[in-house]
């Protein structure tokens, strides 16, 4: 799985640097820089939270809440 993550990070970068380029045509190298790092570490905090969301998932498929009187608007 290391090895997906760091690819799927890679293509963050790359997305982001694509991004800044089609916004500021003339961007430079700082601008295109700070692009790669927060595309870099986007998909890895993204990636981090479906993981915690797939972990907190319950295990009936979530027809608990609908059983559940209190948990009911």
Known sequence: MGLLNELGEV?????AVEA??????N????????AAVAG?????????MVENRDEQ????GGTQQADNPDLQA
């Open 40 to 48: 870099f570490k986007g998909v890895g905090a993204v990636e981090g």
């Open 11 to 15: 293509a963050g970068a790359l997305a």
């Open 57 to 60: 998932t319950p295990a009936d």
């Open 20 to 25: 800044a380029e089609k916004l500021d045509p």
């Open 27 to 34: 961007a430079g190298f700082l601008t295109k820089a700070a």
